[in-house]
């Protein structure tokens, strides 16, 4: 099911209530990915993609089998795997298209918040390795954000030795320190 509303994010009101009424965590999953997709297909109105478990499966490989004829940037773009961190660096790296200028809307600036997104971006490099190379753009590009700092400590911050907690908690401390746009 997707669930379209008139604002682009649901108020936390309305996010309990759908909680409540489909009992997520227990059979009905909320599938962030499956959302991206929809938004980033066309249905801005969407806001919420819940399904059970296996229709959630039975859904995202039928998104992907739709995407083998897509470029590798398109792709990643109608794809699952992409946060608004993972989005801003896209919107930087990627070749200039309509893939690209729909990331920079959808993500703006925004930084890495957590662990789990910082491992999109590590992801999105992990699809596209040449572009490693040219993080230093997104720092020129955001020069009043975190970027510059956190592309700076990316070795650091991408250690498979750093707990993904010590991470978020990095991450946590550049925020309270105002340098997380």
């Known amino acids: 099911m997707i669930i379209h509303y008139s604002q682009p994010f649901l108020p936390d009101a309305v996010r309990s209530d759908i909680t409540s009424l489909f009992a997520l965590g227990s059979d009905y999953v909320f599938d962030a990915g499956i959302l991206h997709h929809f ?11 819940i399904a059970l478990p296996n229709e959630a499966a039975t859904w ?3 998104i992907s089998a739709n995407m083998t004829r897509m470029s590798p940037e398109a792709a990643y773009w ?8 993972s989005a801003c660096l896209f919107s930087v790296l990627a070749k200039p298209n309509h893939c690209s200028k729909d990331a920079a809307r959808f993500a703006g600036a925004r930084v890495p918040q ?3 997104e910082f491992a999109q971006c ?15 753009k997104v720092a020129e590009k955001h020069p009043l954000t975190a970027w510059p700092t956190i592309i700076g400590m990316w070795s ?3 250690s498979l030795r750093m707990k993904p907690e010590d991470r978020t908690a990095l991450l946590g401390i550049l925020q309270r320190q105002n340098l997380v746009s």
Do not use: C, I, N, T
Not at 39 to 49: E, F, H, I, N
Not at 78 to 85: C, E, I, L, P, S
Not at 122 to 136: I, N
């Open 39 to 49: 938004r980033a297909a066309g249905m801005k109105d969407a806001v919420a993609a």
């Open 60 to 62: 995202r490989e039928e």
């Open 78 to 85: 109608y794809g699952f795997d992409v946060g608004f961190a």
């Open 114 to 116: 957590d662990s789990d």
């Open 122 to 136: 590590v992801r999105l490099l992990e699809l596209f390795p040449d572009w490693k190379s040219q993080l230093h």
């Open 156 to 158: 650091e911050l991408s």
